[in-house]
């Protein structure tokens, strides 16, 4: 199994709105797409580009099952993991692209 860096990510369309669970191996340029439209479907649909909550996981494998097990969460949950470390719904992109860690590592 390779170790690179994964990351499990929740989008939402604002607070306690739409919310778009996904995983990826490069978070910043997959926000980005969410900011600008360019994830067609239920993302771009619903506006899901606010970055409310993401996890580092070294391994693929267990980015995906994290992935499908938020997904399959009820949505009171997903809620309160948001807000366990981001209770004001902000937009991480920022700190993010500034090179802050407001993540968990799995």
């Given at each position: 199994?390779?170790?690179?860096?994964?990351?499990?990510?929740?989008?939402?369309?604002?607070?306690?709105?739409?919310?778009?669970?996904?995983?990826?191996?490069?978070l910043?340029r997959?926000?980005?797409?969410?900011?600008?439209?360019?994830?067609?479907?239920?993302?771009?649909?619903?506006?899901?580009?606010?970055?409310?909550?993401?996890?580092?996981?070294?391994?693929v494998?267990?980015?995906?099952?994290?992935?499908?097990?938020?997904?399959?969460?009820?949505?009171?949950?997903?809620?309160?993991?948001?807000?366990?470390s981001?209770?004001?719904?902000?937009?991480?992109?920022?700190?993010?692209?500034?090179?802050?860690?407001?993540?968990?590592?799995?």
């Amino acid at each position: 199994m390779p170790d690179h860096s994964y990351w499990v990510y929740i989008v939402a369309s604002g607070p306690c709105g739409w919310l778009y669970i996904g995983m990826t191996n490069d978070l910043v340029r997959r926000i980005g797409e969410h900011k600008h439209g360019q994830i067609d479907g239920y993302s771009r649909e619903r506006g899901t580009d606010r970055l409310v909550w993401y996890e580092h996981h070294r391994y693929v494998d267990q980015a995906i099952l994290r992935e499908k097990r938020i997904k399959r969460w009820l949505r009171t949950w997903k809620f309160a993991l948001i807000e366990e470390s981001n209770p004001h719904w902000a937009d991480l992109y920022g700190d993010l692209l500034a090179g802050g860690s407001a993540a968990r590592s799995a």
